[in-house]
């Protein structure tokens, strides 16, 4: 249903790849509200995914570009700017990727090489994206940036690996970048901590269909789907929360309350059926 929350606001996506990505999804539910904008990835994820039908979909363009090189951010915002017609109003930095987790190497093994470019990647991006924005001056008072995370930035999940380091820098560039956003430019800087969602990117974690099984159990309300990720992102770019900044916003049906479920502990019981122990 279109509320038209995001009638006459502009914005960059970055991240959306194909119909699985939850950047996708809010690019879709951002034109539903009314939203103009642009998408931005990186050249060799255009080679592989499906952005230019989405670009098509939603009246908009794709321009790529590296997120961890300064002039390809620069030249998204200012190519972005140029389209749109003026500052933007929204940010979305839905990026993310671990050649550790991709190439099994376990958290007690890595690759150094694989990790600078996790946290590059991951995070850094995220403070590059914020650095040039504010420079160039590209983001409208009561603007919005929200970039998405995981709770596994405060706690151990099995296979997250070097991502979860990752996730934990991304959520302390917001709240340190925020708050200069917020005392100089009235732009609002967070992260939403999505759950597990099954992602393109997600999918590669080891274990991530029994993590789903796991959350789902946990979690009063269930698993937060990739749609229901939309939605909340679009209350974070609207006026609506324009007094909200330096979260870390937890969107997983509740998971991140819980100690132990009714449901996960009847599973966990049944375990020991066939158990000699």
């Known amino acids: 249903m279109s509320y038209q929350l995001l009638k006459g606001k502009k914005g960059i996506i970055f ?115 914020l650095q040039t924005a504010y420079k160039l001056d590209a983001i409208n008072d009561w603007g919005s940036v929200v970039a998405l995370s995981y709770v596994a930035a405060q706690r151990t999940l099995y296979g997250y690996n070097d991502m979860a380091d990752a996730k934990s820098l991304l959520e302390s560039i917001a709240r340190s970048f925020g708050y200069i956003y917020g005392r100089e430019k009235k732009v609002r800087v967070n992260t939403i901590s999505q759950s597990p969602t099954p992602t393109t990117a997600g999918s590669g974690v080891k274990g991530f269909g029994s993590l789903l099984d796991f959350t789902e159990r946990m979690s009063p309300l269930g698993n937060a789907t990739a749609d229901d990720c939309a939605n909340y992102c679009i209350t974070m770019f609207s006026d609506l929360t324009k007094k909200v900044t330096m979260q870390n916003l937890y969107h997983d049906g509740g998971f991140s309350s819980m100690g132990m479920s009714l449901r996960a502990m009847t599973q966990y019981d049944k375990s020991f059926d066939n158990c000699d122990d």
């Open 15 to 129: 991240g959306a790849l194909n119909e699985k990505s939850i950047a996708w999804k809010i690019a879709e539910q951002a034109y539903e509200q009314g939203a103009r904008f642009t998408l931005s990835n990186a050249p060799v994820a255009l080679r592989f995914g499906e952005i230019n039908e989405l670009a098509k979909k939603c009246d908009s363009i794709v321009i790529p570009a590296d997120a961890t090189n300064m002039e390809g951010i620069n030249k998204v915002f200012t190519e972005s700017m140029e389209f749109l017609g003026g500052k933007v109003d929204f940010v979305l930095h839905s990026i993310g990727m671990s050649l550790n987790v991709r190439k099994g190497n376990v958290y007690n093994d890595l690759n150094y090489a694989y990790f600078q470019k996790t946290l590059d990647v991951s995070a850094l991006s995220f403070h590059k994206l």
